[in-house]
């Protein structure tokens, strides 16, 4: 029993207008609570999302580099990664039929990837010497998460740019650029949208 509780006890003797009493600081204590409950609610749901984003992001990631690898042996000894597509790495079996569903390139049975030139991922065009991995429809943790996954010394000399996408603008990390590579803890928050983003790795 609050110190409220007890003065309306000792001034109110009936206990009709005793429980009416109480009854206002017992809402307002409930009150009180639900105020302190929801926004710590909010946060914990908030980090358990963002976990499940970068564990679902470091699963993919370490996939995503397990197809450039492939595609990099592949066309090793050509002068170019020219033709190259999803629909030519497709056709051509260049990649394990692990990745391949519906014609289409999905990574740990939930990600759909494609592979080209630029954000829409076009044919490569002759003398590139570069190839990007595409991912779209990111939400912001998601964005954030697939952004920021850390990657080995073997993996970042591979990259040559990673890109951020989406109705904000276009946005590029890179070695000695303004945004740098390796990117940062909470570097590309600013960069990735609500909803909507688009992850680019651009690969040597």
């Not at 204590?29 to 679902?56: F, H, M, Q, T």
């Not at 990600?111 to 595409?134: C, H, K, N, Y």
């Amino acid at each position: 029993m609050n110190i409220e509780e007890y003065i309306c006890k000792i001034k109110y003797t009936s206990k009709e207008l005793y429980n009416r009493c109480c009854s206002v600081y017992k809402k307002s204590d409930k009150e009180d609570i639900i105020k302190v409950i929801i926004p710590i609610l909010i946060v914990s749901v908030g980090v358990y999302a963002c976990s499940l984003s970068r564990n679902e992001a470091h699963k993919n990631v370490k996939e995503i580099f397990n197809i450039a690898d492939s595609i990099r042996s592949h066309y090793v000894g050509k002068a170019d990664y020219w033709g190259l597509s999803t629909s030519s790495l497709i056709k051509n079996n260049v990649l394990p039929k692990k990745y391949i569903l519906n014609d289409k390139i999905i990574i740990n049975n939930s990600r759909e990837i494609l592979i080209g030139s630029g954000i829409d991922a076009d044919i490569v065009m002759p003398q590139s010497q570069s190839f990007d991995i595409v991912m779209k429809g990111l939400n912001k943790s998601q964005c954030i998460a697939y952004a920021e996954t850390k990657l080995s010394d073997d993996k970042l000399v591979s990259i040559s740019k990673i890109s951020i996408a989406n109705s904000l603008g276009f946005y590029s990390f890179e070695w000695g650029g303004k945004n740098m590579l390796p990117i940062k803890n909470y570097a590309s928050k600013d960069f990735c949208n609500t909803n909507d983003n688009t992850i680019i790795w651009t690969i040597k």
